[in-house]
């Protein structure tokens, strides 16, 4: 029998998540997570080469990873999909174990020196949110989505680590008003294309915009490419 190959990746995320609450993501916590799996040093670094930070930054992507999953699972077919954005984020939330790693992970991430890291990771989650949900633009709308949602979901993140109301009722009440505005936002858009006077304006800057593309999806099947493991 084939004994099934050591994930460990994942074994150190675990282990670490057990000193964080107490060290941070730190390299405190990194080391400790290394003696407690029991592997090598030079094999825990070549998987997390920057230490703590890319444990941080694995552990925020699988967070990612449990919500698109609870998305799938759920049928949203008669859902309106101002209720479906809601819905990710408070999934995404929800399915947090560790609110403390998190805290210590919105620390970290507020360094400077680490500040466009965490920014890369609040824009991963509302890719991975809209991605899920079905969006197809293939124009500035796909940038535009996601720094709207960016700027919701982070919002949110801070106001829910300090929430200590029943039920977190507070924090979704918060997330409602938040969505809220951009539908407003949304309303006074479609208000000023209808206005006498901007339509010819916004046909030509639409026609502008619309030669902005998003990234191409990188492929994992060339060599030269790394990313953190999940």
């Not at 079905?134 to 940038?143: A, H, L």
């Not at 106001?159 to 109301?165: E, H, I, R, T, V």
Request: hydrophobic content about 45%; charged content about 30%; some cysteine.
């Amino acid at each position: 029998m084939t004994d099934t190959p050591r994930d460990f990746a994942t074994e150190i995320l675990d282990a670490a998540l057990m000193h964080v609450p107490f060290d941070g993501w730190s390299e405190t916590a990194f080391k400790a997570a290394i003696e407690d799996v029991d592997i090598a040093p030079a094999l825990a670094r070549g998987l997390f080469p920057r230490g703590a930070i890319d444990l941080a930054a694995a552990y925020h992507r699988r967070g990612d990873d449990a919500m698109i999953a609870a998305l799938d699972a759920r049928d949203m077919s008669d859902i309106r999909f101002r209720d479906k954005v809601a819905l990710a984020v408070r999934l995404r939330l929800e399915l947090v174990e560790d609110k403390e790693a998190v805290r210590r992970g919105a620390t970290l991430f507020a360094l400077p020196m680490h500040a466009a890291e965490g920014a890369k990771l609040i824009w991963g989650t509302a890719d991975c949110i809209w991605t899920a949900l079905g969006d197809v633009s293939r124009d500035i709308n796909w940038y535009t989505k996601r720094a709207t949602l960016s700027g919701v979901y982070s919002s949110t993140v801070l106001y829910w680590l300090g929430d200590d109301s029943l039920d977190n009722e507070a924090t979704w009440a918060f997330l409602d008003r938040r969505i809220d505005d951009v539908m407003q936002i949304e309303k006074v858009k479609a208000q000023v294309r209808k206005a006498p006077g901007f339509g010819r304006f916004l046909k030509g800057a639409e026609t502008v915009l619309s030669r902005i593309k998003p990234p191409k999806a990188r492929r994992d099947d060339l060599p030269g490419g790394w990313t953190v493991p999940r």
